[in-house]
């Protein structure tokens, strides 16, 4: 029986679907255009037709393993903050747990030589990082600079955590979540000390 004939849409969103799961066992700098090409079965031109350059093939694969961790991760809105944090985390811990080598390339994206990758990775970055300041905000603590700076760096120390906790060391899913809880309240308790009553309970 011969191949089935796919339209351009879906031959594009298949050759992309087909990078990000190379990404389970290799980094994005080694994921090649001739790699994908010979998988899919079709000729490295049609790379150069649907995304212009290996780059741009790179920027298409990183784009949609973002939206798959945040589609993973969606915050729900029917929990109450510290629920809904616990529960983001836990789904966010489960899906390092599947997805191993993605989310290590996605965070790692940021050392990538392309711009726009690195746009991309900084884009979910900041996703994250409001879905914390919605809770924080609901918890009553006051939006400032040095909050949401604090909060941008707590986000990349939850991913070195992921990574050293879930990829290297396959430590309990509850206990990294609640690493991660009390690290966050214990920085949020230090911009803002008069929140430390407040928020006591869930940082011992």
Known sequence: MGRSRLSS??????????GVAALADRPLEDLTTE?????????????AYYFGS???FHREVVRTAGEALLHATEPRGELGPVDRLRDTLLRLVAFVQEHQGTFF?????TASGDDE?????????????????????????????TLRITLRSWVAFAEQ?????????????GVLVDLLVRSLF?????????????LSGFIH
Do not use: C, K, W, Y
Not at 105 to 109: I, N, P, T
Not at 162 to 169: F, H, M, Q, S
Not at 186 to 198: D, G, I, N, Y
């Open 117 to 145: 990758v690195r746009e991309i990775v900084e884009r979910v970055r900041e996703v994250e990082t409001e879905h914390v300041m919605t809770v924080v905000a609901e918890l009553g603590v006051p939006d400032s600079t």
């Open 161 to 173: 955590l992921l990574i050293e906790g879930v990829i290297t060391n396959r430590m309990d899913s």
């Open 186 to 198: 214990s920085l949020v308790v230090t911009v803002e000390p008069e929140q430390a009553t407040a």
């Open 35 to 47: 790699l994908i090409a010979r998988e899919a079965g079709v000729s490295r031109g049609l790379f």
């Open 9 to 18: 849409d879906e031959r594009r969103a298949q050759l992309v679907a087909l």
């Open 54 to 56: 290996r780059d741009g």
């Open 105 to 109: 390339s996605l965070v790692r994206g």
